[in-house]
């Protein structure tokens, strides 16, 4: 029986597929280790170097299993699922063909996923170049295990990157595999929403267990920020937004009115409020509606933080303002998860 498959899914990979696979290699785990790869119809020399390496990590007691096509590229949704139907590990290792595994990485969450069965378990890691996307690393390595629930709101997508995915089988089954929307589908978000909406856990090891490569190449440019946008919306209002009888937007900048102007007829009923800091969108005393389709436009007040009413709905990007926003925030004593999400 075979412990745990890394699923690799690689479109024109050959200058990474040596790093990456010498990173399997030269895993510390004591399983049994498959890894199953599924070309998605690469035009370069991936082929060729994949066979190459398939000897060298049999050596090893390393099993590979090639699967893949030579017609027009389907996406990576597909190639990922093309890859799990094919392998046959209890758990599944999900590794891009960019990035680097350190010695450890199966070993460490293997033993997490095994008291967390049905949960995806992710990992810190670091960039290469170093000192690219600072921000983003820091807020995803610096989530606490609640913040791994409630910010999932956020632009930054999944609170725990997809390279650093490992999980039992049945996780994946239960979600029902990677959306094949194709190019510009945002697939790993819409996975991991839906498998928190079956009531799935998630679970960070503390360790960085990833080299995340950061290269203009890389499938994340491909996809739409409006596409994110409108994944997001439709969740926090199923999620949150319905269950909710009002709430208070905190910004009444570009960014909390774009929120509004894209949330349900109902859910902008619930709006009591715009709230902000800035003197002279406080003075405007109102943000008035004047797009709507109704008769009479929506208006909504625009108050100080310190006289909004909770729950709120956070329109702010952290840590971009000196940590004035994140004091203003903390001196209202919020639980966050329950009196407040992010959607910066």
Request: charge should be neutral; proline fraction near 4%; include cysteine.
């Given at each position: 029986?075979?412990?745990?498959?890394?699923?690799?899914?690689?479109?024109?990979?050959?200058?990474?597929?040596?790093?990456?696979?010498?990173?399997?290699?030269?895993?510390?785990?004591?399983?049994?280790?498959?890894?199953?790869?599924?070309?998605?119809?690469?035009?370069?020399?991936?082929?060729?170097?994949?066979?190459?390496?398939?000897?060298?990590?049999?050596?090893?007691?390393?099993?590979?299993?090639?699967?893949?096509?030579?017609?027009?590229?389907?996406?990576v949704g597909y190639a990922k699922n093309q890859a799990v139907e094919q392998?046959?590990?209890?758990?599944?290792?999900?590794?891009?063909?960019?990035?680097?595994?350190?010695?450890?990485?199966?070993?460490?969450?293997?033993?997490?996923?095994?008291?967390?069965?049905?949960?995806?378990?992710?990992?810190?890691?670091?960039?290469?170049?170093?000192?690219?996307?600072?921000?983003?690393?820091?807020?995803?390595?610096?989530?606490?295990?609640?913040?791994?629930?409630?910010?999932?709101y956020t632009s930054h997508g999944p609170t725990l990157i997809m390279p650093?995915?490992?999980?039992?089988?049945?996780?994946?089954?239960?979600?029902?595999?990677?959306?094949?929307?194709?190019?510009?589908?945002?697939?790993?978000?819409?996975?991991?929403?839906?498998?928190?909406?079956?009531?799935?856990?998630?679970?960070?090891?503390?360790?960085?267990?990833?080299?995340?490569?950061?290269?203009?190449?890389?499938?994340?440019?491909?996809?739409?920020?409006?596409?994110?946008?409108?994944?997001?919306?439709?969740?926090?209002?199923?999620?949150?937004?319905?269950?909710?009888?009002?709430?208070?937007?905190?910004?009444?900048?570009?960014?909390?009115?774009?929120?509004?102007?894209?949330?349900?007829?109902?859910?902008?009923?619930?709006?009591?409020?715009?709230?902000?800091?800035?003197?002279k969108k406080i003075k405007c005393g109102a943000y008035i509606y004047h797009?709507?389709?109704?008769?009479?436009?929506?208006?909504?007040?625009?108050?100080?933080?310190?006289?909004?009413?909770?729950?709120?709905?956070?329109?702010?990007?952290?840590?971009?303002?000196?940590?004035?926003?994140?004091?203003?925030?903390?001196?209202?004593?919020?639980?966050?998860?329950?009196?407040?999400?992010?959607?910066?």
């Amino acid at each position: 029986m075979t412990d745990v498959s890394i699923i690799i899914p690689v479109y024109n990979g050959d200058k990474w597929i040596d790093d990456c696979l010498r990173s399997v290699e030269t895993q510390n785990f004591n399983g049994k280790l498959e890894v199953s790869i599924f070309n998605d119809g690469s035009t370069d020399g991936t082929i060729s170097k994949l066979e190459e390496w398939r000897e060298t990590l049999r050596e090893k007691s390393i099993s590979v299993t090639l699967g893949g096509h030579t017609s027009n590229p389907r996406g990576v949704g597909y190639a990922k699922n093309q890859a799990v139907e094919q392998s046959s590990g209890v758990y599944l290792c999900f590794q891009d063909i960019d990035d680097v595994m350190s010695p450890d990485r199966v070993s460490k969450q293997y033993q997490a996923a095994r008291s967390e069965q049905n949960s995806i378990i992710g990992s810190k890691f670091h960039r290469e170049p170093e000192g690219s996307t600072e921000r983003f690393t820091k807020w995803a390595n610096t989530l606490s295990q609640d913040q791994l629930y409630s910010q999932i709101y956020t632009s930054h997508g999944p609170t725990l990157i997809m390279p650093t995915w490992f999980c039992h089988r049945s996780v994946y089954n239960k979600a029902g595999g990677f959306s094949e929307g194709g190019k510009g589908v945002p697939e790993d978000l819409i996975f991991f929403l839906r498998h928190l909406e079956l009531g799935g856990g998630l679970c960070r090891v503390d360790a960085d267990l990833l080299m995340y490569r950061y290269h203009p190449g890389a499938t994340t440019f491909s996809i739409h920020e409006d596409t994110i946008w409108e994944i997001r919306m439709e969740y926090i209002q199923k999620q949150v937004l319905d269950k909710w009888e009002s709430f208070t937007i905190w910004n009444a900048g570009k960014q909390g009115k774009k929120f509004y102007r894209n949330l349900s007829t109902t859910n902008q009923r619930k709006v009591a409020a715009f709230c902000d800091v800035d003197p002279k969108k406080i003075k405007c005393g109102a943000y008035i509606y004047h797009e709507s389709k109704e008769k009479i436009k929506p208006t909504v007040p625009i108050v100080h933080f310190q006289s909004a009413k909770p729950p709120f709905i956070i329109c702010m990007k952290l840590d971009l303002t000196g940590g004035e926003f994140e004091k203003n925030l903390a001196s209202l004593n919020l639980k966050e998860g329950v009196d407040f999400f992010h959607f910066n």
